[in-house]
C-alpha cells in the first residue's frame, strides 16, 4: 500500500465509459443518466458523461425505483461495465455531465494529479 494512502481509506478512479477498460478490475466511481432497469432487477443501464451506454450489475435485485441523474460505485469489467456495489441517486435533475466529462478526462490525463 503506497505510504500516502491512509489504511481505511479506498481509493477510487472517476471514469467516464470510454475509460472502463483502462480501470479493469479496479474500484471506479461513474455519475451518469439512468437509463433503464433490467426486467429482473438485478442491473440497470447509465448514460456515461462520455455518452456511452453502460451496464450496472448488481449483487442484489433493486428493491426502489431509480431515475436521473446517479453515482454508481464499484468495480469496472471493462466493456461489459460495472459490478456495483452501490450507487447514490443524486437530488437534483441539473447536473452538468460534460463538464463532469472533461474533469474526468483532464484528470486522467495526468500520471498522478494527486502529488
Known amino acids: 500500500m503506497p505510504a500516502e494512502i491512509k489504511e481505511g481509506i479506498s481509493m477510487r478512479y472517476s471514469v467516464n465509459g470510454s475509460m472502463l477498460i483502462k480501470y479493469m478490475d479496479q474500484p471506479i466511481t461513474m455519475i451518469g443518466m439512468f437509463i433503464r432497469a433490467s426486467p429482473d ?17 448488481l ?5 426502489e425505483p431509480l431515475s436521473g441523474y446517479m453515482m454508481v460505485v464499484g468495480k469496472s469489467r471493462g466493456k461489459h461495465g460495472i459490478e456495483c456495489d452501490d450507487y447514490i441517486q443524486l437530488p437534483s435533475d441539473k ?9 474526468v478526462t483532464i484528470i ?3 500520471p498522478n494529479p494527486w502529488r
Open 59 to 63: 449483487a442484489d435485485v433493486l428493491t
Open 108 to 110: 486522467d490525463s495526468i
Open 95 to 103: 447536473f452538468d455531465l460534460g463538464t463532469y466529462n472533461q474533469a
Open 41 to 57: 432487477g438485478r442491473s440497470f443501464s447509465i448514460q456515461a458523461p462520455d455518452d456511452q451506454v453502460v451496464n450496472c450489475t
